[in-house]
């Protein structure tokens, strides 16, 4: 399809002689430029003031923002967070903070730190921390390799093998490949649960190799493991070690604590579920928790009390301490900093009502779930969690629409779109999370559309294949836009 474009390039509104910022005379000596360091002809575009402030304020408008409309984007938790997190994150003492100050000018930084450990523990039953981890997959990674570690600290070298669900995100066996490991994929059951024969056959199989298990609870289909106490138990039982995807943790926290279930390791996804909406590539946070037999492979430095407080109304002193086994530092200082203040603040918000926040999560995606269900596909017709996943397709009804084509014409009402073909093994998947923030009124109005859309699905197939019809830029070929990157701020014309 072609493309539509609203807004001019800001090189197409350039004239000669216009100028927006006026420097004022150097009141130092100046000095000629190094020729290695000197290009000419940079060709920068001459326009005044209000033309630079217009063209970026109309190109901010184009872009649609959970602060504009609905996101619900599945998985990634694309949900509202209060401004106040935004507010303290700028606080001076926090946002000009430096991590090459010493530890005597860091206090505050360091006890908002050392805090946030606890209530992160407190919150999954870890006594055991690392905020250093500076994404979900990089969360991911320090806990495989801290099986890894645990395993040949006991000179046990044969255990290179890894079980993971066929619902997991994508992140868990690439983690697995990078930390030299081996997967082995686990089918799901017709309910999506892990399928409990096909577990115990592959631990029956390699229970001399197998390190552990990588699970995400509840999965990414959307549904919690009805038989997670039987999965513990049956990778412990051979000698492996299980460890939880916490990308998911909107639909159990609070509620449930992992460590109860029998878990030894898991990651947080700051960024999800505690402030800062996940798009537009970060930033994030993904601490590490774990229990006491791997709290020595902790990746450090990690927040300490290295001096009590002499009395009550004294502060304790808070330094580094490096874990007697760490697999090592994974982040340049010490993690995104910005996110544990916001994560902080999100926590001291709610309190002990974080679990009100889980179950207006699950009761939002189960209320649009029974909502949409009888219009389509629901391949595991059950409770979910936080999200759900539909198929986007009707292969009698109107055979030519894809999920994609669904995608699309959500966003001619405003909405952006689910995810699109994940989890991998639904057909035609659309992953949809409602999250917490939402209104009854906004999660009936996305109900509305998605119900009109089924039925143009039908009667006018085209208006889905051609959409989006409103947006400033029409359908593109995703693939070679994948492929050929236009990265310039410049069209690139025909030779």
Request: proline share 8%; glycine share 8%; aromatic share 8%.
């Given at each position: 399809?072609?493309?539509s474009?609203?807004?001019p390039?800001i090189?197409e509104?350039?004239?000669p ?7 004022p005379a150097p009141?130092?000596p100046?000095?000629e430029i190094p020729?290695?360091?000197r290009?000419d ?6 326009v005044?003031?209000i ?6 304020v ?13 996101y619900p ?9 209060p ?9 001076p003492?926090?946002a000009?903070?430096?991590?090459l100050?010493?530890e005597?000018?860091?206090q505050?930084a360091?006890?908002l730190m050392?805090?946030?450990q606890?209530?992160l ?7 055991h921390?690392?905020?250093?981890p500076?994404?979900?997959a990089h ?13 040949l ?5 044969k255990?290179?093998?890894?079980l ?11 983690t697995?490949?990078?930390a030299g490991?081996e997967?082995?994929e686990?089918?799901s059951?017709?309910?999506?649960d892990?399928?409990l024969?096909?577990?115990?056959k ?5 229970k001399d ?7 995400t ?5 959307g549904?919690f ?7 513990v138990?049956?990778?412990?039982n051979v ?8 990308a ?5 926290m609070?509620?449930i604590?992992?460590?109860e279930?029998?878990f ?6 700051l960024?999800k579920t505690?402030?800062?909406p ?5 930033p994030?946070?993904?601490p ?5 037999k791997?709290?020595?492979f902790?990746?450090?430095p ?5 001096e009590?407080?002499v009395d009550?109304?004294d502060a304790?002193?808070y330094g580094?301490?490096m874990p007697?086994k ?6 340049a ?5 910005g996110m ?6 999100y926590i ?6 974080l ?9 939002n995606?189960?209320y649009v779930?029974?909502?949409?269900k009888d219009h389509y596909?629901?391949p595991f017709?059950r ?6 996943v539909?198929e986007g397709?009707w ?9 994609l ?7 001619d009402?405003?909405i ?5 073909y994940f989890p ?6 659309l992953?949809i999370?409602?999250?917490e ?6 999660l ?7 119900l ?15 959409a989006p019809?409103?947006?400033p830029?029409r ?6 836009a994948a ?8 069209p690139?014309?025909?030779?």
């Amino acid at each position: 399809m072609s493309n539509s474009r609203l807004e001019p390039l800001i090189f197409e509104i350039s004239r000669p002689g216009r100028q927006g910022v006026r420097m004022p005379a150097p009141d130092v000596p100046t000095t000629e430029i190094p020729a290695t360091l000197r290009r000419d002809n940079l060709d920068f575009p001459e326009v005044a003031e209000i033309d630079v402030v217009r063209h970026f304020v109309r190109l901010s408008q184009l872009n649609h923002g959970i602060d504009i409309g609905f996101y619900p984007l599945g998985s990634c938790t694309m949900k509202y967070n209060p401004k106040v997190n935004e507010a303290v994150a700028r606080l001076p003492g926090y946002a000009a903070v430096h991590p090459l100050q010493g530890e005597g000018t860091t206090q505050g930084a360091l006890a908002l730190m050392y805090m946030l450990q606890t209530w992160l523990g407190e919150v999954a039953g870890f006594e055991h921390v690392s905020i250093q981890p500076a994404a979900g997959a990089h969360g991911e990674f320090a806990g495989i390799l801290m099986i890894r570690k645990y395993h040949l600290d006991r000179g046990d070298e044969k255990r290179t093998k890894i079980l993971v669900p066929d619902s997991a995100h994508g992140t868990n066996p690439a983690t697995t490949s990078m930390a030299g490991l081996e997967v082995i994929e686990l089918p799901s059951d017709e309910k999506g649960d892990v399928d409990l024969d096909a577990l115990r056959k592959a631990c029956e199989e390699h229970k001399d190799t197998i390190a552990g298990m990588m699970i995400t609870v509840p999965s990414t289909l959307g549904v919690f493991e009805e038989h997670i106490l039987e999965i513990v138990e049956a990778v412990h039982n051979v000698g492996g070690l299980m460890y939880m995807d916490g990308a998911n943790l909107n639909a159990v926290m609070g509620v449930i604590k992992p460590a109860e279930l029998g878990f030894d390791v898991m990651h947080y996804n700051l960024h999800k579920t505690f402030s800062t909406p996940h798009g537009g590539g970060g930033p994030g946070s993904g601490p590490v928790l774990c229990n006491e037999k791997l709290a020595p492979f902790l990746p450090g430095p990690i927040v300490a009390i290295v001096e009590e407080a002499v009395d009550e109304d004294d502060a304790p002193l808070y330094g580094w301490e490096m874990p007697e086994k760490s697999i090592g530092r994974l982040k340049a200082f010490h993690g995104n900093f910005g996110m544990h203040v916001r994560a902080y603040a999100y926590i001291a918000t709610y309190g002990t009502d974080l679990a009100e926040v889980t179950r207006y999560a699950v009761l939002n995606a189960n209320y649009v779930r029974v909502k949409l269900k009888d219009h389509y596909h629901a391949p595991f017709d059950r409770m979910c969690g936080h999200e759900f996943v539909l198929e986007g397709h009707w292969p009698e009804k109107a055979p030519g629409i894809h999920a994609l084509d669904i995608s699309k014409r959500l966003m001619d009402y405003g909405i952006h779109p689910p995810t699109n073909y994940f989890p991998l093994i639904v057909p035609e998947a659309l992953l949809i999370e409602p999250t917490e923030t939402e209104s009854k009124e906004t999660l009936d109005e996305f109900v509305e559309i998605m119900l009109k859309i089924a039925e143009e699905a039908q009667t006018n197939p085209d208006l889905l294949h051609d959409a989006p019809h409103t947006t400033p830029v029409r359908r593109v070929d995703e693939v070679k836009a994948a492929k050929e990157l236009v990265l310039c701020c410049r069209p690139i014309l025909p030779e």
